[in-house]
């Protein structure tokens, strides 16, 4: 009898942030307790739900609306009427908040993998892990965001200064978290002398 050697296993290593980024310092220091990897399919999980939640509501009011406009010189005037009438803005609402929801979930999800990714490089480009690389990477990619989409300056300002609050409060709270556990912060170190081996 002629013994058969099972079939390779997948390699472990095909969704770590080795396979995308070569060792670094930052490796055994993650974010919110989590690797690369994970941290930034759960964003964007989070982000593709919010976006097609948002994107579905916002969808289904303008087609209501849209409906409701493009029908005011022949409103029903019968109970069946009614009814049919109902019955179609109820459908073109919910064909609409499908597309647009499917349209603006995948957009959100893929900002905020970009925004982890980036934050990710400036991570190992400096080799810490703290608030500064959160603002970096947010206001690069706002800056693209506003370049993408040609907004003027006025509302480029506007989209820098919400990524600047939200990257400040997202790092800095990392940067809590990460000193009740005991883990040394750059900035803060740089701030007040101190230095690690």
């Given at each position: 009898?002629?013994?058969?050697?099972?079939?390779?296993?997948?390699?472990?290593s095909?969704?770590?942030p080795e396979?995308f980024f070569p060792?670094?310092?930052?490796?055994?220091?993650?974010?919110?307790s989590?690797?690369f990897?994970?941290?930034?399919?759960?964003?964007?999980?989070?982000a593709f739900?919010g976006g097609?939640?948002?994107?579905?509501?916002?969808?289904?009011?303008m087609?209501?609306?849209r409906?409701?406009?493009?029908?005011s010189h022949?409103?029903?005037?019968?109970?069946t009427?009614?009814?049919?009438?109902?019955?179609?803005?109820n459908y073109?609402?919910m064909?609409?908040?499908?597309?647009?929801?499917m349209?603006?979930?995948?957009?959100?999800?893929?900002w905020?993998?970009?925004?982890?990714?980036l934050e990710?490089?400036v991570?190992?480009?400096?080799c810490?892990?703290?608030?500064?690389?959160?603002?970096?990477?947010?206001?690069?990619?706002?800056?693209?965001?506003?370049?993408?989409?040609?907004?003027?300056?006025s509302?480029?300002?506007?989209t820098t200064?919400?990524?600047?609050?939200?990257?400040?409060?997202?790092g800095?709270?990392?940067?809590?978290?990460a000193?009740?556990r005991?883990r040394?912060?750059?900035y803060?170190?740089?701030?007040?002398?101190?230095?690690?081996?």
């Amino acid at each position: 009898m002629t013994s058969t050697s099972p079939p390779d296993s997948p390699s472990p290593s095909v969704l770590r942030p080795e396979s995308f980024f070569p060792p670094s310092p930052v490796d055994n220091e993650q974010r919110l307790s989590s690797n690369f990897i994970d941290r930034s399919l759960l964003g964007s999980t989070f982000a593709f739900l919010g976006g097609a939640v948002l994107g579905g509501y916002q969808g289904s009011t303008m087609a209501s609306l849209r409906f409701r406009a493009e029908n005011s010189h022949r409103f029903p005037t019968t109970t069946t009427g009614w009814y049919l009438y109902h019955k179609s803005k109820n459908y073109n609402c919910m064909l609409q908040a499908v597309k647009d929801g499917m349209r603006l979930g995948p957009r959100l999800a893929g900002w905020t993998g970009g925004f982890f990714f980036l934050e990710e490089l400036v991570d190992r480009w400096r080799c810490k892990r703290d608030a500064i690389s959160s603002v970096v990477a947010a206001l690069t990619l706002s800056s693209i965001f506003s370049l993408k989409h040609g907004f003027n300056f006025s509302t480029q300002v506007r989209t820098t200064r919400a990524g600047l609050i939200a990257s400040l409060a997202y790092g800095v709270t990392q940067d809590i978290m990460a000193l009740a556990r005991g883990r040394r912060v750059g900035y803060i170190d740089t701030v007040f002398g101190k230095h690690g081996k």
